[in-house]
Structure formats: C-alpha cells, structure tokens
C-alpha cells in the first residue's frame, strides 16, 4: 500500500545522484542558450520586417524576448531540448496529443499574432497605441490567448471522439 510513499532520505539521494543534477543541468543550459539564441533571431526577423535599427532598439528586444517566452520557452517545458523532438512537432507536424499540440498551436499563432499586428502600425491614424511595438505585442499575447483556447477545444473535441468509440 506505500509503494508512493518515498523517504525524504531516499528523495534526496536521488536528487543528489550526480549523473541525474548534471544531466538537469545540462537540459538547462541548453534551454537558456536556445532562448538567448531565439531572441537574437526574433530581433533580426523583426529588423528585417522593418522595426527600427538604431531607434527603439529597446523596444524591440521587449518584443523579441516576449516572443521567445510565448513560443520557445513553452516547447523547451514540454519538448525538451532533444532536438528529434522540435523536428517531428514543427516540421513533420506528427505531434501527439497533448504538449507537443499546445506548443504547436500556441507558437503558431503567437507568431501569427505578431505579425497581424504589425498592420495597423503605418497608418497615418496618430493613434498612440500605433507606437513600435504595442500593436505587435497585442497582437502576440491575443494570438497566443487564442492559441490556448484553440488548442484546449481541439483537445476536448478529440478527447471525446476518442471515448465515444470506446468498446467498454
């Protein structure tokens, strides 16, 4: 009947086994280098799409870094860092139900949600919420709200297609 009962001994023994706290620091590093490296890119797509160089260059990291935690930090809590796994979820698209779709769906549509709205930013409405990178960001937290929601439902819906044929 203890069988889940663990000792805090024996809990911490096994957090102290040196191969298991290298290999967590490891997956860590890797996931910090990952994000450091996704930053650096978003800067440079935002760069090229044409945000600001040299002026509100501030601005735009605030953009890159809250696209990097909508996107890539989700996928490095569910996916790891094994790079097998980012291939079959984003380039194969034969992810499994579950984190894999979560990940798939919300990073999608953060992107998408960025760059929708990137639109209204060169109207002449003089609006101040047409200021670099406010719509951007906006658009990147409605789109990765929408994500959620989006993949949540298509979960439920395939959670019931698959019990309602189930043979017992």
Avoid at 81 to 108: A, K, M, R
Avoid at 122 to 128: E, I, T, V
Avoid at 143 to 167: A, D, E, I, P, Q
Wanted: proline share 4%; aromatic share 14%; glycine share 8%.
């Amino acid at each position: 009947m203890d069988i889940f009962c663990i000792s805090g001994l024996e809990l911490l023994t096994n957090f102290l086994n040196k191969e298991k706290v290298q290999f967590k620091l490891i997956d860590w590093a890797k996931c910090v280098i990952l994000m450091v490296a996704s930053c650096v890119f978003y800067y440079v797509v935002a760069v090229v799409f044409g945000a600001p160089f040299l002026q509100h260059t501030n601005e735009t990291f605030h953009l890159a870094i809250l696209l990097t935690v909508t996107t890539v930090l989700p996928c490095c809590l569910a996916l790891g860092t094994d790079i097998g796994n980012w291939v079959q979820v984003f380039v194969l698209n034969s992810y499994e139900v579950g984190g894999p779709l979560i990940c798939y769906i919300t990073s999608i549509m953060a992107v998408l949600g960025a760059w929708v709205g990137a639109f209204p930013i060169p109207l002449d409405w003089d609006r101040p919420w047409q200021i670099w990178p406010i719509s951007c960001v906006i658009g990147n937290l409605i789109g990765y709200s929408g994500g959620l929601l989006l993949s949540s439902l298509y979960l439920l819906y395939r959670y019931r297609l698959l019990n309602k044929f189930k043979l017992t």
